[in-house]
């Protein structure tokens, strides 16, 4: 049954280390892309990593191009952070002397007015702090050093793209897939076409890959939906088994091995694997940038009125950031319109016609 059903047992710490010893690592967009995420520090202990596993490494095509389509949107969050931050402290400010002037601003026991003072110079030191930080960040708008790094390490280590013909037939299949929710990918669905198949045509170059190298592999990403992993209470457990088995049965050698980390597993293996001195604040930075990524769920859009757009399927809301800044919810939103909003040759002015005063709203933040 074990030889059957492969896919569905989960290694031993001994098949782990095992694979471990002869496998191909892999690595998904969203990693390489949360590397603009990390501090000085841990960008240093991944590319040290990288580079003692530099000879077994090989990314599908389909990261390569994702990476590079998404790089400047996340370089961008990354500078829009300073001033999302000090706008927030100077809202909140704001709201708090509203509130206290209004309820305590004479008081017999308490002085309003120095709390505030206090508050504000408080206040003030920390946006100078951010001032500072902000003065300090690396302008990867006009050099990307993370790039270069990576482009070196990468160089002959990507997949050929696949032609017309082989990715219209794969996004037949995908649409397939979705229909009985076959991993990976369903959960992009509702995504704009070609968007939606992304998760498809990575999945499948791995596939070819392995038929060709019979090698294990070991994929690390940052996605973790469930079309990925396997969840229980909320929880991520283990890679998707139905995943591992496809794998495994579309290679079709008896030896053939596959798993999955996410970035902070992956790190943390690796440097027992490599000897390296433990950082544990390392793998505690991948894991918060992994939740606090996977927590959002707009996703960027070209536009010059609309900046991301997120949907829920669950609770039909969906979620539009402006390019001022603003975001938005617009409530009991079908399906079909924001399936329409993500394939608008305009999204702005499908959104003014489609959905602006159309559905009732209201404003986060």
Known sequence: MRDLFRGYYKPTPEELAKIWQQCIFSFDANVLLHIYSYTPETQERFFEIINGLNERIWIP?????EYQKNRLYVISDQIKAYADIESILNKNFYNL?????????????????E??????????????????AQSNHP?????????????DLLEGKVGKPYCEDELENIYQKAEKRFSYKRPPGYKDAKKPVPKNYGDVVL??????????QQKPIIFVTDDDKEDWWLKYDGETVEPRPDLIQEIISEVGVEDFKFYMYHSA??????????????????VKEAREIMLQDSATKRIPIESNYLRSVGYDSSTQ????????GEVYQYIDVPPTVYT??????????????????????RKLG
């Not at 002397?97 to 007015?113: A, G, I, S, V, W």
């Not at 003030?124 to 702090?129: G, L, M, Q, R, S």
């Open 203 to 212: 999945w499948f170059q791995l596939i070819d890959y392995a038929r060709v």
């Open 139 to 151: 302008n990867y708008l006009e050099k990307d050093d993370l790039r270069e790094i990576l482009t």
């Open 340 to 361: 329409e909003l993500m394939n608008a040759p305009s999204h702005g002015r499908y959104f003014n016609t489609n959905i602006k005063e159309v559905y009732s709203c």
């Open 317 to 324: 809301v969906l979620e539009i950031e402006f390019r001022r």
């Open 97 to 113: 002397r509203t509130e206290l002037f209004k309820d305590y601003k004479r008081h017999p026991f308490l002085n309003t007015q």
């Open 115 to 132: 709390i505030l003072e206090h508050l504000e110079n408080s206040i003030e030191e920390i946006k100078a702090k951010i001032k500072l």
């Open 61 to 65: 095509h389909q990261v390569a191009y």
């Open 265 to 282: 597993q992956f790190i943390d293996y690796a440097e027992k694997f490599l000897n390296l001195p433990v950082k544990p604040e390392a």
